[in-house]
């Protein structure tokens, strides 16, 4: 409970209108077990030695290494990259792995000072990347799901950037800015750990 967290981020895909383009996608999948709930389950189950190397490493690079191959980039090519992030060490450390540098993933790391949104992460350290972002700069963007899989997205911020409007809602930095501390108890309540008994009971 100490290291997760909850948030998440929504996109308007379209073909018109663009702040950003997909310039191509690229997916590597495995059967390995690593963190799962089943529907209803209050905790999830953990597959202790599958966690690292075998299922987010092995995933996330291997994923990186197809985008990278397939888009006939470099790292030093982006501006910008975002990796899935369950804790700040994992993105830090894949990052150096595949050659992309601090500089490159600092606006998409938020792990270390939100926690870990698990699905969400990505997705709000692209929305943090996208803040910064001007007119042609490239993004590398990779998720990862456990069971296995990842998926990467080459994207490239448009002039359409210049124009929209940034003011009409808070930036990522400043939502963190607005942060509200909560306590035990009251995280408790909001997740239904606290339970009172039915009368009869």
Same mark, same amino acid.
């Given at each position: 409970?100490?290291?997760?967290?909850?948030?998440?981020?929504?996109?308007?895909?379209?073909?018109?209108?663009? #702040? *950003?383009?997909?310039?191509? =996608?690229?997916?590597?999948?495995?059967?390995?077990?690593?963190?799962?709930?089943? $529907?209803?389950?209050?905790?999830?189950?953990?597959?202790? /030695?599958?966690?690292?190397?075998?299922? !987010?490493? +092995? &995933? %996330?690079?291997?994923? *990186?290494?197809?985008?990278? $191959?397939?888009?006939?980039? /470099?790292?030093?090519?982006?501006?910008?990259?975002?990796? &899935?992030?369950?804790?700040?060490?994992?993105?830090?450390?894949?990052?150096?792995?595949?050659?992309?540098?601090?500089?490159?993933?600092?606006?998409?790391?938020? =792990?270390?000072?939100?926690?870990? =949104?698990?699905?969400?992460? %990505?997705?709000?350290?692209?929305?943090?990347?996208?803040?910064?972002?001007?007119?042609?700069?490239?993004?590398? *963007?990779? *998720?990862?799901?456990?069971?296995?899989?990842?998926?990467?997205?080459?994207?490239? %911020?448009?002039?359409?950037? /210049?124009?929209? /409007?940034?003011?009409?809602?808070?930036? %990522?930095?400043?939502?963190? $800015?607005?942060? +509200?501390? #909560?306590? !035990?108890?009251?995280?408790?309540?909001?997740?239904?750990? #606290?339970?009172?008994?039915?009368?009869?009971?």
């Amino acid at each position: 409970e100490f290291s997760a967290s909850a948030g998440g981020a929504a996109y308007l895909i379209g073909r018109e209108n663009l #702040i *950003a383009r997909f310039n191509g =996608t690229y997916s590597f999948t495995t059967d390995t077990p690593d963190f799962w709930r089943r $529907e209803g389950q209050p905790y999830p189950s953990h597959g202790g /030695r599958f966690t690292g190397e075998p299922a !987010y490493f +092995k &995933h %996330v690079t291997s994923c *990186a290494k197809g985008l990278l $191959e397939r888009m006939g980039t /470099r790292p030093s090519d982006y501006t910008y990259a975002v990796f &899935h992030q369950p804790n700040g060490k994992f993105p830090t450390r894949v990052a150096k792995m595949l050659g992309f540098d601090d500089r490159q993933i600092e606006h998409g790391l938020l =792990t270390p000072r939100i926690g870990n =949104t698990y699905s969400g992460a %990505v997705p709000l350290g692209l929305s943090s990347i996208l803040d910064h972002a001007s007119p042609g700069d490239r993004i590398f *963007a990779i *998720a990862y799901g456990s069971g296995a899989g990842s998926d990467g997205f080459d994207i490239t %911020v448009t002039d359409g950037m /210049r124009t929209f /409007r940034k003011d009409a809602a808070p930036t %990522v930095e400043q939502m963190l $800015e607005r942060t +509200k501390f #909560i306590d !035990y108890a009251t995280y408790a309540k909001y997740r239904g750990k #606290i339970r009172l008994k039915e009368v009869g009971e």
